[in-house]
């Protein structure tokens, strides 16, 4: 291999990650958070690559055994995107972890993850955005592109459940039962603003009326 830098792989902080992710990253923003970072480094220290490993982002995922690559970005160095794939593994795989989960974008051939171990479970369909009323967000360079999930196990995770399996969950859309006023029947919350409570103003009034007793000091 010759003409190819010698890397190595170093702890790097959660705000060096994050930075170097700010400069470098072709579509994403810096995580929320991480369990660890890693670094790869040549000979003289130039940070040339940086994974950033934490809880899996689809709370389906979210067993204790897991964790996810949420953002891996070099700078074009050869070898130093599979580098880190592997050695992000590692040390899940030594903390005690049995899974380690990771997306590409959908025309990103994989060839570093397939290189490190990994292996594709599924193929995800395009989201047309990730903004929810629990989680406001505005729109990404992610929405309308379609995924791809990796995963890399230990032998003994054959207990763990089929990744494809908890993917139909995260790719099922979320359905909640109506919610009921006090008197059974359904309440219509609008759109915006505060969830409403009663389904009428009869009921409003008639729960407020049933507080008011219940508050009233008995008679000596």
Same mark, same amino acid.
């Given at each position: 291999? =010759?003409?190819?830098?010698?890397?190595?792989?170093?702890?790097?902080?959660?705000?060096?990650?994050?930075?170097?992710?700010?400069?470098?990253?072709?579509?994403?923003?810096?995580?929320? @958070?991480?369990?660890?970072?890693?670094?790869?480094? =040549?000979?003289? $220290?130039?940070?040339? $690559?940086? /994974?950033?490993?934490?809880?899996?982002?689809?709370?389906?995922?979210?067993?204790?055994?897991?964790?996810?690559? *949420?953002?891996?970005? =070099?700078? $074009? =160095?050869?070898?130093?995107?599979?580098?880190?794939?592997? /050695?992000?593994?590692?040390?899940?795989?030594?903390?005690?972890?049995?899974?380690?989960?990771?997306?590409?974008?959908? @025309?990103?051939?994989?060839?570093?993850?397939?290189?490190?171990?990994?292996?594709?479970?599924?193929?995800?369909?395009?989201?047309?955005?990730?903004?929810?009323?629990?989680?406001?967000?505005?729109?990404? @360079? *992610?929405?309308?592109?379609?995924?791809?999930?990796?995963?890399?196990?230990?032998?003994?995770?054959?207990?763990?459940?089929?990744?494809?399996?908890?993917?139909?969950?995260?790719?099922?859309?979320?359905?909640?039962?109506?919610?009921?006023?006090?008197?059974?029947?359904?309440?219509?919350?609008?759109?915006?603003?505060?969830?409403?409570?009663?389904?009428?103003?009869?009921?409003?009034?008639?729960?407020?009326?049933?507080?008011?007793?219940?508050?009233?000091?008995?008679?000596?």
């Amino acid at each position: 291999m =010759t003409g190819q830098l010698r890397l190595h792989v170093r702890p790097v902080t959660f705000a060096v990650a994050c930075g170097f992710v700010d400069r470098v990253h072709r579509h994403h923003r810096r995580p929320q @958070g991480h369990q660890y970072s890693l670094g790869a480094v =040549t000979a003289d $220290g130039t940070l040339v $690559g940086v /994974a950033i490993v934490g809880r899996p982002v689809a709370r389906h995922f979210d067993n204790g055994l897991t964790v996810e690559v *949420t953002r891996l970005a =070099t700078d $074009g =160095t050869a070898n130093a995107c599979s580098l880190l794939y592997a /050695a992000a593994w590692r040390t899940a795989r030594a903390a005690g972890y049995q899974r380690a989960i990771t997306y590409t974008q959908d @025309g990103e051939p994989g060839v570093s993850l397939r290189a490190a171990g990994w292996t594709k479970v599924a193929e995800l369909p395009a989201r047309p955005g990730w903004d929810a009323p629990s989680r406001p967000r505005t729109s990404r @360079g *992610t929405d309308n592109i379609r995924r791809v999930l990796w995963e890399i196990t230990t032998h003994d995770a054959a207990a763990l459940p089929d990744l494809r399996d908890e993917t139909r969950n995260e790719t099922r859309p979320r359905t909640r039962p109506p919610r009921r006023c006090v008197c059974g029947q359904p309440i219509n919350s609008p759109p915006t603003g505060r969830p409403a409570r009663y389904c009428s103003p009869a009921c409003r009034q008639r729960a407020y009326r049933q507080r008011q007793q219940a508050n009233a000091t008995p008679p000596r």
